[in-house]
C-alpha cells in the first residue's frame, strides 16, 4: 500500500467552483506539507501543517491537517485557471529530513 | 525572492557516461537534498546533506551516484556510469533551519540517457 494516498488523481472544475484534494498517510504525521507543480517544472511550496486540527491559508487555497485521521485537505475556494497543476502533498518522517511525495492530483480548470 | 538555480536544464547523455548536475541552493540554507521524478511517477528522495557530509541516502542512492559541496554555493549530483533508467527529473531542494522541514525545490534538471 502507499505511504501517501492522494485523492482524486485527477479533477476538471469550472472556473468558479470549489474542489478539495484529500491526502491520507498509512504512517503518523510529524508534518504534512502542500506543493504545487506544473507540468514538467519544479515543486513551489504552498504550506505546512503540524499540529492536529491546524488550518492555514494562502489567498484561496486552505489547507487542514486531521492528526487522529492522519489526513489533510486542501481547498481552493473560486478556482481560477492559474490554480491549474499538479498538487502535491508531502510528509515529513519524523527526523526533519527526507520528504515523501503522493501520487500528486491533477487539477484542470475550464474557463 | 531567493530561489534555488539548477543547470543544466536538459541534459542528454549516453549511456555510460558520467554527468553532473549543478544546484546553488538558497544562500543562506544549511540543508541540501536530491529528489528525482521518473516520468509520471512519484517524487523520491534520493539523498540529504548537512554539514558537509550525507545525513540520509535512500536505496536509490548506490555507488553510482555521489554528492559534493565543493564551495559555500555548489552543491552537485554525479552520477558515475548512468543507465537509462536513471533518465528522471532531478530536482535540489533546501532548507534553512531544523525547525521547520519547509524544502525549497529547483526548477530540476532533466536527465535523459540514450
Known amino acids: 500500500s502507499q505511504e501517501l494516498e492522494q485523492s482524486p488523481q485527477s479533477l476538471i472544475v469550472q472556473e468558479g467552483k470549489n474542489l478539495t484534494i484529500n491526502c491520507t498517510s498509512s504512517?503518523?504525521?510529524?508534518?504534512l506539507y502542500w506543493y504545487k507543480q506544473k507540468y514538467g517544472e519544479g515543486l513551489i511550496f504552498l504550506m505546512m501543517?503540524?499540529?492536529?486540527?491546524e488550518e492555514k491559508s494562502h489567498e484561496k487555497i486552505t489547507a487542514k491537517l486531521d492528526e487522529k485521521k492522519q489526513q489533510s485537505s486542501l481547498h481552493i475556494t473560486a478556482s481560477q485557471p492559474s490554480h491549474a497543476g499538479i498538487y502535491l502533498c508531502?510528509?515529513?518522517?519524523?527526523?526533519?529530513?527526507?520528504?515523501?511525495f503522493g501520487a500528486g492530483t491533477i487539477l484542470r480548470v475550464k474557463s | 525572492e531567493p530561489e534555488v538555480t539548477q543547470t543544466p536544464s536538459h541534459q542528454v547523455t549516453q549511456m555510460g557516461q558520467e554527468v553532473i548536475l549543478r544546484c546553488v541552493p538558497i544562500?543562506?540554507?544549511?540543508?541540501f537534498y536530491w529528489y528525482r521524478q521518473i516520468l509520471g511517477q512519484k517524487v523520491e528522495f534520493l539523498v540529504s546533506?548537512?554539514?558537509?557530509?550525507?545525513?540520509?541516502k535512500s536505496e536509490i542512492f548506490d555507488d553510482q551516484f555521489s554528492v559534493e559541496r565543493p564551495d559555500g554555493s555548489n552543491f552537485t549530483l554525479k552520477i558515475r556510469s548512468t543507465k537509462l533508467e536513471d533518465s528522471a527529473m532531478y530536482f535540489c531542494?533546501?532548507?534553512?533551519?531544523?525547525?521547520?522541514?519547509?524544502?525549497?525545490f529547483g526548477a530540476g534538471t532533466r536527465l535523459s540517457v540514450l
Open positions: 531542494a533546501s532548507r534553512r533551519t531544523v525547525a521547520k522541514n519547509i524544502q525549497y
Open positions: 504512517k503518523t504525521l510529524y508534518g
Open positions: 501543517l503540524q499540529k492536529g486540527g
Open positions: 508531502g510528509a515529513d518522517r519524523g527526523y526533519g529530513n527526507k520528504l515523501v
Open positions: 544562500s543562506n540554507h544549511l540543508y
Open positions: 546533506f548537512y554539514n558537509n557530509e550525507i545525513s540520509e
